[in-house]
Protein backbone atom coordinates (compact mmCIF):
# COMPACT_ATOMS: atom_id res chain seq x y z
CA UNK A 1 0.00 0.00 0.00
CA UNK A 2 1.48 3.41 -1.07
CA UNK A 3 1.00 6.73 0.00
CA UNK A 4 1.07 9.98 -2.62
CA UNK A 5 -0.52 13.38 -3.06
CA UNK A 6 0.12 15.06 -5.99
CA UNK A 7 -0.35 18.33 -7.03
CA UNK A 8 -1.99 19.67 -3.20
CA UNK A 9 -4.31 18.04 -0.63
CA UNK A 10 -6.98 15.51 -1.63
CA UNK A 11 -8.90 15.39 1.34
CA UNK A 12 -10.78 18.19 3.11
CA UNK A 13 -12.91 17.61 6.71
CA UNK A 14 -14.81 20.35 8.00
CA UNK A 15 -15.97 19.91 11.60
CA UNK A 16 -19.62 21.24 12.59
CA UNK A 17 -19.45 21.27 16.55
CA UNK A 18 -23.25 21.87 17.32
CA UNK A 19 -25.35 19.03 18.93
CA UNK A 20 -28.98 19.21 20.92
CA UNK A 21 -27.28 17.00 23.64
CA UNK A 22 -23.73 15.79 24.81
CA UNK A 23 -23.80 11.87 24.68
CA UNK A 24 -22.88 10.02 27.74
CA UNK A 25 -19.62 9.03 25.57
CA UNK A 26 -18.49 11.76 24.16
CA UNK A 27 -15.48 13.35 24.55
CA UNK A 28 -14.95 15.38 21.26
CA UNK A 29 -15.50 19.00 20.57
CA UNK A 30 -19.24 19.98 20.46
CA UNK A 31 -21.44 22.66 21.41
CA UNK A 32 -24.50 22.33 23.30
CA UNK A 33 -27.13 24.97 23.25
CA UNK A 34 -25.25 27.30 20.56
CA UNK A 35 -28.24 27.60 18.05
CA UNK A 36 -27.46 31.42 18.14
CA UNK A 37 -23.84 30.89 16.86
CA UNK A 38 -24.31 29.01 13.55
CA UNK A 39 -24.30 32.11 11.17
CA UNK A 40 -21.33 33.77 12.33
CA UNK A 41 -19.37 30.06 12.70
CA UNK A 42 -20.04 29.36 8.99
CA UNK A 43 -19.35 32.56 8.16
CA UNK A 44 -15.79 31.50 10.32
CA UNK A 45 -15.66 28.41 8.46
CA UNK A 46 -15.45 29.99 5.07
CA UNK A 47 -12.89 32.62 6.22
CA UNK A 48 -10.55 29.67 6.97
CA UNK A 49 -11.42 28.01 3.90
CA UNK A 50 -9.94 30.89 2.04
CA UNK A 51 -7.18 30.83 4.42
CA UNK A 52 -6.37 27.00 3.31
CA UNK A 53 -7.51 27.28 0.08
CA UNK A 54 -3.55 27.27 -1.55
CA UNK A 55 -2.69 24.05 -0.01
CA UNK A 56 -6.04 22.63 -1.49
CA UNK A 57 -6.05 20.41 -5.09
CA UNK A 58 -8.85 18.92 -6.69
CA UNK A 59 -10.82 17.04 -3.75
CA UNK A 60 -11.51 13.62 -3.61
CA UNK A 61 -13.23 13.54 -0.53
CA UNK A 62 -15.41 15.86 1.50
CA UNK A 63 -16.30 15.09 4.82
CA UNK A 64 -18.70 16.88 6.97
CA UNK A 65 -18.55 15.84 10.87
CA UNK A 66 -19.62 16.80 14.18
CA UNK A 67 -21.17 17.23 16.13
CA UNK A 68 -24.51 16.88 14.50
CA UNK A 69 -24.03 18.52 11.73
CA UNK A 70 -27.21 18.65 10.20
CA UNK A 71 -28.58 20.65 12.92
CA UNK A 72 -26.52 23.38 10.80
CA UNK A 73 -29.74 23.17 8.70
CA UNK A 74 -30.52 23.10 4.33
CA UNK A 75 -29.44 26.88 3.93
CA UNK A 76 -26.12 26.60 5.72
CA UNK A 77 -24.94 23.77 4.88
CA UNK A 78 -26.26 24.21 1.21
CA UNK A 79 -23.64 27.44 1.52
CA UNK A 80 -20.90 25.78 2.64
CA UNK A 81 -21.11 23.13 0.09
CA UNK A 82 -21.73 25.53 -2.51
CA UNK A 83 -18.47 27.41 -1.81
CA UNK A 84 -16.78 23.97 -1.44
CA UNK A 85 -18.38 22.51 -5.03
CA UNK A 86 -15.88 23.88 -7.06
CA UNK A 87 -13.17 22.30 -5.69
CA UNK A 88 -14.29 18.96 -6.13
CA UNK A 89 -13.16 16.81 -8.44
CA UNK A 90 -15.03 14.30 -10.82
CA UNK A 91 -16.75 11.73 -9.00
CA UNK A 92 -15.57 13.14 -5.70
CA UNK A 93 -17.27 11.16 -2.51
CA UNK A 94 -19.01 14.19 0.00
CA UNK A 95 -20.20 12.91 2.85
CA UNK A 96 -22.25 13.91 5.97
CA UNK A 97 -22.28 12.90 9.26
CA UNK A 98 -26.09 12.52 10.73
CA UNK A 99 -27.79 11.55 14.16
CA UNK A 100 -31.43 9.76 13.14
CA UNK A 101 -33.58 12.12 14.92
CA UNK A 102 -32.64 15.28 12.82
CA UNK A 103 -33.17 13.34 9.31
CA UNK A 104 -36.13 14.11 7.63
CA UNK A 105 -36.90 14.29 3.81
CA UNK A 106 -36.55 17.30 2.99
CA UNK A 107 -33.51 18.10 4.85
CA UNK A 108 -32.02 14.97 3.09
CA UNK A 109 -33.63 16.24 -0.42
CA UNK A 110 -31.95 19.48 0.20
CA UNK A 111 -28.36 17.57 0.71
CA UNK A 112 -28.67 15.52 -2.38
CA UNK A 113 -29.54 18.53 -4.43
CA UNK A 114 -26.15 20.21 -3.03
CA UNK A 115 -24.27 17.37 -3.56
CA UNK A 116 -24.11 14.93 -0.83
CA UNK A 117 -23.83 11.66 -1.87
CA UNK A 118 -22.88 9.67 1.04
CA UNK A 119 -24.80 9.87 4.51
CA UNK A 120 -23.03 8.55 7.42
CA UNK A 121 -26.03 8.00 9.97
CA UNK A 122 -24.98 7.60 13.62
CA UNK A 123 -27.95 4.35 14.99
CA UNK A 124 -25.08 3.35 17.73
CA UNK A 125 -28.31 0.69 18.71
CA UNK A 126 -31.38 -0.66 18.03
CA UNK A 127 -32.31 -1.43 21.51
CA UNK A 128 -33.83 1.43 23.91
CA UNK A 129 -31.75 0.40 27.20
CA UNK A 130 -28.76 1.03 25.33
CA UNK A 131 -29.68 4.45 23.69
CA UNK A 132 -30.25 5.35 27.64
CA UNK A 133 -27.24 4.16 28.94
CA UNK A 134 -25.29 5.93 25.66
CA UNK A 135 -27.64 9.37 26.80
CA UNK A 136 -28.43 8.83 22.93
CA UNK A 137 -31.32 10.91 21.70
CA UNK A 138 -32.90 8.81 18.96
CA UNK A 139 -34.39 5.68 19.54
CA UNK A 140 -34.92 2.25 16.73
CA UNK A 141 -37.98 3.96 15.05
CA UNK A 142 -36.28 7.64 14.29
CA UNK A 143 -33.34 5.34 12.47
CA UNK A 144 -35.84 3.73 10.52
CA UNK A 145 -37.58 6.79 9.19
CA UNK A 146 -34.37 8.26 9.09
CA UNK A 147 -33.07 4.99 6.19
CA UNK A 148 -35.79 5.71 4.12
CA UNK A 149 -35.10 9.35 4.16
CA UNK A 150 -31.86 9.05 3.00
CA UNK A 151 -33.03 6.33 0.40
CA UNK A 152 -35.64 8.37 -0.52
CA UNK A 153 -33.81 11.51 -1.30
CA UNK A 154 -31.46 9.13 -3.64
CA UNK A 155 -28.99 9.72 -2.05
CA UNK A 156 -26.32 6.34 -3.28
CA UNK A 157 -24.66 5.78 -0.57
CA UNK A 158 -25.78 4.69 3.29
CA UNK A 159 -23.64 4.58 6.17
CA UNK A 160 -24.46 3.06 9.51
CA UNK A 161 -22.11 3.56 13.15
CA UNK A 162 -23.35 0.81 15.94
CA UNK A 163 -21.40 0.04 18.94
CA UNK A 164 -20.42 -2.78 20.91
CA UNK A 165 -19.16 -3.07 24.56
CA UNK A 166 -21.86 -1.13 25.82
CA UNK A 167 -22.84 -2.13 29.66
CA UNK A 168 -25.39 -3.81 29.59
CA UNK A 169 -24.92 -5.11 25.79
CA UNK A 170 -25.65 -9.24 25.12
CA UNK A 171 -24.82 -11.39 22.62
CA UNK A 172 -28.67 -11.69 21.69
CA UNK A 173 -28.63 -7.55 21.52
CA UNK A 174 -25.75 -7.38 19.24
CA UNK A 175 -28.10 -10.75 16.92
CA UNK A 176 -30.91 -8.36 17.03
CA UNK A 177 -28.29 -5.30 15.97
CA UNK A 178 -26.96 -7.45 13.13
CA UNK A 179 -30.61 -8.78 12.16
CA UNK A 180 -31.44 -4.84 11.89
CA UNK A 181 -28.44 -4.41 9.53
CA UNK A 182 -29.25 -7.38 7.15
CA UNK A 183 -32.82 -6.01 7.25
CA UNK A 184 -31.57 -2.58 6.28
CA UNK A 185 -28.97 -3.25 3.82
CA UNK A 186 -26.55 0.09 4.03
CA UNK A 187 -23.92 0.19 1.82
CA UNK A 188 -21.64 0.68 4.52
CA UNK A 189 -21.31 -0.20 8.24
CA UNK A 190 -18.99 0.90 10.83
CA UNK A 191 -19.10 -1.07 13.99
CA UNK A 192 -16.53 0.61 16.71
CA UNK A 193 -15.87 -1.10 20.23
CA UNK A 194 -17.13 1.68 22.84
CA UNK A 195 -14.50 3.49 24.63
CA UNK A 196 -14.75 4.98 27.76
CA UNK A 197 -13.03 8.03 27.41
CA UNK A 198 -11.72 10.97 29.94
CA UNK A 199 -14.21 13.64 30.30
CA UNK A 200 -16.84 11.72 28.98
CA UNK A 201 -20.09 11.54 31.62
CA UNK A 202 -19.98 7.46 31.04
CA UNK A 203 -16.20 7.24 31.95
CA UNK A 204 -17.14 8.96 35.50
CA UNK A 205 -20.45 7.38 36.36
CA UNK A 206 -22.04 3.95 37.37
CA UNK A 207 -21.63 1.73 34.20
CA UNK A 208 -18.45 -0.47 34.25
CA UNK A 209 -17.31 -1.84 30.42
CA UNK A 210 -17.87 -5.27 29.53
CA UNK A 211 -14.85 -7.41 30.13
CA UNK A 212 -12.02 -7.67 27.67
CA UNK A 213 -13.17 -11.60 26.75
CA UNK A 214 -16.88 -10.42 26.17
CA UNK A 215 -16.09 -7.59 24.18
CA UNK A 216 -13.87 -9.76 21.85
CA UNK A 217 -16.70 -12.15 21.66
CA UNK A 218 -18.85 -9.53 20.63
CA UNK A 219 -16.35 -8.18 17.99
CA UNK A 220 -16.01 -11.48 16.65
CA UNK A 221 -19.66 -11.93 16.29
CA UNK A 222 -19.63 -8.86 14.32
CA UNK A 223 -17.16 -9.25 12.32
CA UNK A 224 -18.67 -13.05 11.77
CA UNK A 225 -21.73 -11.86 11.08
CA UNK A 226 -21.41 -9.06 8.88
CA UNK A 227 -19.43 -11.18 6.57
CA UNK A 228 -21.84 -13.72 6.49
CA UNK A 229 -24.31 -10.85 4.93
CA UNK A 230 -22.03 -10.07 2.32
CA UNK A 231 -19.94 -7.42 3.94
CA UNK A 232 -16.31 -6.75 3.09
CA UNK A 233 -14.19 -6.76 6.60
CA UNK A 234 -12.06 -3.85 4.71
CA UNK A 235 -10.89 -2.34 7.95
CA UNK A 236 -10.33 -3.41 11.93
CA UNK A 237 -14.33 -1.93 12.62
CA UNK A 238 -15.51 -1.39 9.02
CA UNK A 239 -16.99 -3.30 6.45
CA UNK A 240 -18.78 -2.20 3.08
CA UNK A 241 -20.57 -3.62 -0.02
CA UNK A 242 -18.26 -4.48 -2.65
CA UNK A 243 -17.09 -0.80 -3.79
CA UNK A 244 -18.71 1.22 -0.75
CA UNK A 245 -15.52 1.88 0.76
CA UNK A 246 -15.19 5.02 2.53
CA UNK A 247 -12.87 6.89 0.20
CA UNK A 248 -12.15 9.77 3.39
CA UNK A 249 -11.41 7.46 6.17
CA UNK A 250 -9.07 4.94 3.55
CA UNK A 251 -7.22 8.28 3.20
CA UNK A 252 -6.23 8.60 6.78
CA UNK A 253 -5.72 4.48 6.43
CA UNK A 254 -3.40 5.58 3.78
CA UNK A 255 -1.17 8.17 5.65
CA UNK A 256 -2.46 10.85 3.30
CA UNK A 257 -2.40 14.54 3.50
CA UNK A 258 -5.65 16.21 4.98
CA UNK A 259 -6.66 19.47 5.71
CA UNK A 260 -9.53 20.13 8.60
CA UNK A 261 -11.44 22.84 8.88
CA UNK A 262 -13.31 24.07 12.49
CA UNK A 263 -13.17 24.38 15.85
CA UNK A 264 -11.16 21.47 17.42
CA UNK A 265 -10.07 20.30 13.59
CA UNK A 266 -7.05 18.49 13.38
CA UNK A 267 -4.59 18.58 9.90
CA UNK A 268 -1.78 16.87 8.53
CA UNK A 269 0.32 18.26 5.62
CA UNK A 270 3.68 16.85 4.71
CA UNK A 271 6.04 16.77 7.91
CA UNK A 272 3.46 19.17 10.31
CA UNK A 273 0.48 18.38 12.09
CA UNK A 274 -1.82 21.20 13.74
CA UNK A 275 -4.88 21.25 15.84
CA UNK A 276 -7.18 24.07 16.08
CA UNK A 277 -8.01 24.64 19.47
CA UNK A 278 -11.52 24.17 21.18
CA UNK A 279 -13.62 27.36 22.15
CA UNK A 280 -16.05 28.53 19.56
CA UNK A 281 -16.35 32.03 20.32
CA UNK A 282 -12.26 32.31 20.20
CA UNK A 283 -12.55 30.26 16.77
CA UNK A 284 -15.23 33.25 15.40
CA UNK A 285 -13.49 36.19 16.62
CA UNK A 286 -9.96 35.27 15.68
CA UNK A 287 -11.45 34.71 11.98
CA UNK A 288 -13.44 37.47 12.13
CA UNK A 289 -10.42 39.37 12.81
CA UNK A 290 -9.01 37.89 9.41
CA UNK A 291 -6.61 36.36 12.02
CA UNK A 292 -5.51 32.09 11.43
CA UNK A 293 -7.64 30.58 14.18
CA UNK A 294 -6.07 29.62 17.54
CA UNK A 295 -3.86 26.56 17.09
CA UNK A 296 -1.07 24.04 18.16
CA UNK A 297 1.48 22.92 15.72
CA UNK A 298 2.68 19.45 16.00
CA UNK A 299 6.12 18.72 14.13
CA UNK A 300 6.26 15.33 12.48
CA UNK A 301 9.69 13.49 12.67
CA UNK A 302 10.31 10.78 10.36
CA UNK A 303 10.18 8.36 13.06
CA UNK A 304 6.38 9.28 14.05
CA UNK A 305 5.05 9.18 10.72
CA UNK A 306 6.83 5.67 10.16
CA UNK A 307 5.36 4.44 13.03
CA UNK A 308 2.03 6.01 12.29
CA UNK A 309 2.08 4.03 8.58
CA UNK A 310 2.09 0.89 10.27
CA UNK A 311 -0.48 1.29 12.60
CA UNK A 312 -2.88 2.65 10.30
CA UNK A 313 -1.49 0.81 7.42
CA UNK A 314 -2.22 -2.64 8.91
CA UNK A 315 -5.69 -1.72 10.12
CA UNK A 316 -7.03 -2.45 6.15
CA UNK A 317 -6.87 -5.86 4.62
CA UNK A 318 -4.69 -4.99 2.07
CA UNK A 319 -0.81 -5.55 2.12
CA UNK A 320 1.30 -2.97 3.99
CA UNK A 321 4.59 -2.10 1.23
CA UNK A 322 7.32 -1.60 3.63
CA UNK A 323 9.24 0.11 0.81
CA UNK A 324 6.51 3.15 1.57
CA UNK A 325 5.87 2.26 5.49
CA UNK A 326 9.68 2.00 6.29
CA UNK A 327 11.42 -0.42 8.42
CA UNK A 328 9.99 -1.53 11.81
CA UNK A 329 11.21 -0.64 15.58
CA UNK A 330 11.85 -4.75 15.72
CA UNK A 331 12.26 -6.36 12.60
CA UNK A 332 13.50 -9.95 14.50
CA UNK A 333 9.52 -9.84 15.84
CA UNK A 334 8.26 -10.30 12.59
CA UNK A 335 9.48 -14.26 12.23
CA UNK A 336 7.67 -14.25 15.04
CA UNK A 337 4.81 -13.53 14.51
CA UNK A 338 4.57 -14.88 11.12
CA UNK A 339 5.89 -18.21 12.77
CA UNK A 340 2.73 -17.65 15.15
CA UNK A 341 0.01 -17.00 12.54
CA UNK A 342 -0.79 -13.30 13.24
CA UNK A 343 0.86 -12.22 10.09
CA UNK A 344 1.91 -13.12 6.25
CA UNK A 345 4.80 -11.75 3.81
CA UNK A 346 5.09 -11.25 0.59
CA UNK A 347 7.58 -9.70 -1.48
CA UNK A 348 8.09 -6.76 0.58
CA UNK A 349 4.96 -6.67 1.89
CA UNK A 350 3.56 -7.20 5.26
CA UNK A 351 -0.13 -8.11 6.04
CA UNK A 352 -2.13 -9.11 9.09
CA UNK A 353 -3.43 -12.65 9.00
CA UNK A 354 -7.26 -12.49 9.94
CA UNK A 355 -6.64 -13.75 13.88
CA UNK A 356 -3.79 -10.96 13.19
CA UNK A 357 -6.23 -8.67 12.62
CA UNK A 358 -8.63 -9.09 15.55
CA UNK A 359 -5.39 -8.82 17.74
CA UNK A 360 -3.78 -5.93 15.72
CA UNK A 361 -3.07 -3.47 18.87
CA UNK A 362 -0.80 -6.27 20.29
CA UNK A 363 0.57 -7.09 17.28
CA UNK A 364 1.88 -3.45 16.91
CA UNK A 365 2.94 -3.47 20.18
CA UNK A 366 5.11 -6.19 19.58
CA UNK A 367 6.64 -4.75 16.22
CA UNK A 368 6.69 -0.55 17.20
CA UNK A 369 7.80 0.93 19.68
CA UNK A 370 5.20 3.42 20.56
Not at 84 to 98: D, Y
Not at 209 to 238: K, T
Not at 260 to 281: E, M
Amino acid sequence: MRSGEPGGVAHLYVHLPFCAARCGYCAFVVEVGRDDARDAYLDAVLAELERERGRLGALETLYLGGGTPTLMGAGRLSALLAAISPLLAPGAEVTIEANPETVDQNLMAALAGAGVNRVSLGVQSTHPHLLGVLDRQAGPDDAARAVRAVRAAGIPRLSVDLLLGVPGQSQADLAADLAWVTEVGPDHVSWYELEFKEGSAIASGPHLPPDEDMSADLYEEAVEGLEAAGYRWYELANFCRPGAECRHSLAYWRARDYVGLGVGAVSTVGGGRWRNAPGLDRYVAALGRGDAPPRTQEPLDADTRRRERWMLGTRVDEPLDMAWAGSPDRPAALDVLEAGGLLERGRGTVRLTRRGRLLQNAVMQEIMDF
